[in-house]
């Protein structure tokens, strides 16, 4: 195989963008699949808290899943293709079951610790990109969508998390 250093490496903001693209993905996947589960396990009218951690658990096998599909199948997922991206090992081959699992868990459960890291390498390379030796790659046979996409995508997430900061804040107030 060709070694990686050949490739271009994917920019900080675009791998945003797909993971975006990616969350979406996974958000109607877990809205239509939490209230179901969540009566057939007879756990409706439980405490918010539960009702917390049993989405959290849903979401985090779902992310398992698809991101294991994905990335061992052909390295890309729908918002990592779209985006002309793809995530390989360093060497140039496709992430093992294994490394998938580790990496996809890694990074739902310590997602900041593990995105602090990105802008800081030369390959944007997260901490859970770094545990399987795995870089985002540009993909040399699928072409980029344009940037608009990718500009899109971070304006909604640097939106969704200022309103987030508020509401935490207002709520913060509120208790005082």
Same mark, same amino acid.
């Given at each position: 195989?060709?070694?990686? #250093?050949?490739?271009?490496?994917?920019?900080?903001?675009?791998?945003?963008?797909?993971?975006?693209?990616?969350? *979406?993905?996974?958000?109607?996947?877990?809205?239509?699949?939490?209230?179901?589960?969540?009566?057939?396990?007879?756990?409706?009218?439980?405490?918010?808290?539960?009702?917390?951690?049993?989405?959290?658990?849903?979401?985090?096998? *779902?992310?398992?899943?698809?991101?294991?599909?994905?990335?061992? #199948?052909?390295?890309?997922? +729908? =918002?990592?293709?779209?985006?002309?991206?793809?995530?390989?090992?360093?060497?140039?081959?496709?992430?093992?079951?294994?490394?998938?699992?580790?990496?996809?868990?890694?990074?739902?459960?310590?997602?900041?610790?593990?995105?602090?890291?990105? +802008?800081?390498?030369? #390959?944007?390379?997260?901490?859970?990109?770094?545990?399987?030796?795995?870089?985002?790659?540009?993909?040399?046979? #699928?072409?980029?969508?344009?940037?608009?996409?990718?500009?899109?995508?971070?304006?909604?997430?640097?939106?969704?998390?200022?309103? *987030?900061?508020?509401?935490?804040?207002? =709520?913060?107030?509120?208790?005082?």
């Amino acid at each position: 195989m060709e070694e990686t #250093k050949q490739f271009e490496y994917s920019k900080n903001y675009t791998r945003t963008a797909a993971y975006i693209i990616d969350s *979406l993905i996974l958000f109607a996947a877990v809205a239509t699949l939490q209230l179901p589960i969540t009566i057939s396990l007879g756990l409706y009218g439980v405490p918010d808290y539960v009702d917390f951690i049993i989405t959290y658990i849903i979401s985090l096998i *779902l992310h398992t899943i698809y991101f294991t599909y994905f990335l061992t #199948k052909d390295g890309t997922t +729908p =918002g990592l293709n779209y985006l002309g991206l793809k995530i390989l090992k360093e060497d140039g081959s496709l992430l093992s079951i294994g490394d998938v699992i580790i990496r996809t868990l890694f990074f739902n459960i310590f997602f900041l610790i593990s995105i602090i890291a990105i +802008p800081f390498t030369s #390959k944007c390379q997260g901490i859970h990109d770094l545990i399987v030796k795995s870089v985002c790659l540009k993909n040399d046979e #699928k072409v980029s969508r344009g940037k608009w996409v990718t500009g899109f995508c971070c304006g909604c997430g640097c939106l969704s998390l200022i309103i *987030l900061i508020i509401l935490f804040f207002v =709520g913060v107030a509120n208790q005082v």
